[in-house]
T-cell receptor, first 113, second 115 residues
Framework: DQQVKQNSPSLSVQEGRISILNCDYTNSMFDYFLWYKKYPAEGPTFLISISSIKDKNEDGRFTVFLNKSAKHLSLHIVPSQPGDSAVYFCAASGRGSQGNLIFGKGTKLSVKP | DAGITQSPRHKVTETGTPVTLRCHQTENHRYMYWYRQDPGHGLRLIHYSYGVKDTDKGEVSDGYSVSRSKTEDFLLTLESATSSQTSVYFC??????????????FGDGTRLSIL
């Protein structure tokens, strides 16, 4: 049973517009959430994270929102750039898990010039 | 990223042969992890280590073993490779810094094909 779900396999956005990537989770023990970006033939690169004590974290063009009651988080990229085209993975870890991450299946973002 | 080197980067081998993948880090991070990535799946944890000689199983550990004899190296071994172990393998490390919430940082992966 998938504990972290990214229900959109792909997303296409025009350059300069907002990209919104969504992630849902089922395990109420998760308390730390991360987004990774992955280019082909490279390893995932850490993008941004959020602890469950917060509902928003911002880093430049990237903002992550956490809605604990809905068990939902989203990544906003504003403005989107062609270099943002990549696969984005949502991941979560919980108390007592030694920092082990559970990943979603990923969303492929395409930003068109 | 975080001084992580995986070797080899690519390998093709035959069913039934032993295979060892190496992960080397230069950041002195305490935690190290091995994941596999397959089409239709996210990254899935195989094994992890929380210190020298301290390892534990992840979600998909069957058919794999690991060893960590020194902080900088974490080895993943397939004792007798099967075609279902064809995958891209990623190593990751994580620092502790006195707080639990630290991100993992990944190497660039090893593409393993078992014929």
């Amino acid at each position: 049973d998938q504990q972290v779900k990214q229900n959109s396999p792909s997303l296409s956005v025009q350059e300069g517009r907002i990209s919104i990537l969504n992630c849902d989770y089922t395990n109420s023990m998760f308390d730390y959430f991360l987004w990774y970006k992955k280019y082909p033939a490279e390893g995932p690169t850490f993008l941004i994270s959020i602890s469950s004590i917060k509902d928003k974290n911002e880093d430049g063009r990237f903002t992550v929102f956490l809605n604990k009651s809905a068990k939902h988080l989203s990544l906003h990229i504003v403005p989107s750039q062609p270099g943002d085209s990549a696969v984005y993975f949502c991941a979560a870890s919980g108390r007592g898990s030694q920092g082990n991450l559970i990943f979603g299946k990923g969303t492929k973002l395409s930003v068109k010039p | 990223d975080a001084g992580i080197t995986q070797s080899p980067r690519h390998k093709v081998t035959e069913t039934g042969t032993p295979v060892t993948l190496r992960c080397h880090q230069t950041e002195n991070h305490r935690y190290m992890y091995w994941y596999r990535q397959d089409p239709g799946h996210g990254l899935r944890l195989i094994h992890y280590s929380y210190g020298v000689k301290d390892t534990d199983k992840g979600e998909v550990s069957d058919g794999y073993s690991v060893s960590r004899s020194k902080t900088e190296d974490f080895l993943l071994t397939l004792e007798s490779a099967t075609s279902s172990q064809t995958s891209v393998y990623f190593c990751a490390t994580r620092d502790v810094l006195g707080v639990r919430d630290q991100p993992q940082h990944f190497g660039d992966g090893t593409r393993l094909s078992i014929l």
